[in-house]
């Protein structure tokens, strides 16, 4: 990731909506959401919805697809990852200990979602527990 890039995810992320977005679709997992479900999670209209997720996904952050008639969003965790190294890429400046809290807390993140916890459950209203539930 390079500086432009970086400046447009950061500008896409510094939107309150949108840094919740983001942190749901994380929360979410590989399986992502429904654009209701996800307007329900983070709060804001579903007309309002589509505004932020059009600018999310320019930066990088987000992706789609269509399943039947609803699109799927999900975390791009490529375009996240990058822009984690982008942060970190000079951090240590030689010395491993400046940046030992912060590989600590991103090898953390580094375990593959629990199935259980990602799998849509064959109802609405289990996928809206599901992310109610704090993580």
């Known amino acids: 990731m390079d ?8 500008a896409a992320l510094g939107q309150a909506h949108r840094l919740r977005v983001v942190r ?7 399986t992502g959401l429904a654009a ?6 983070v709060g804001i209209a579903s007309t309002n919805l589509s505004f932020h997720l059009k600018e ?4 990088g952050l987000i992706t789609s697809r269509r399943e039947g008639k ?3 969003y999900s ?7 990058d822009l984690v190294q982008f942060l970190m890429r000079d951090c240590c400046q030689g010395r491993p200990e400046v940046c030992a809290p912060a590989v600590a807390a991103l090898s953390a993140c580094a ?16 996928r809206r527990e599901a992310i109610a539930k704090p993580p």
């Not at 500086?3 to 950061?10: G, I, R, V």
């Not at 209701?36 to 999670?41: D, I, N, S, T, V």
């Not at 999310?56 to 930066?59: D, G, R």
């Not at 593959?112 to 289990?126: D, L, M, Y």
């Open 56 to 59: 999310l996904s320019h930066a």
């Open 3 to 10: 500086e432009p890039q970086a400046l447009a995810a950061f």
């Open 75 to 81: 975390a791009a965790y490529a375009g996240l990852s």
């Open 70 to 72: 609803s699109v799927i």
């Open 24 to 30: 749901a679709l994380v929360t979410a997992g590989p």
């Open 36 to 41: 209701g479900l996800l307007a329900e999670a």
């Open 111 to 126: 375990c593959p979602p629990s199935p259980a916890r990602f799998e849509p459950g064959p109802s609405r209203r289990r």
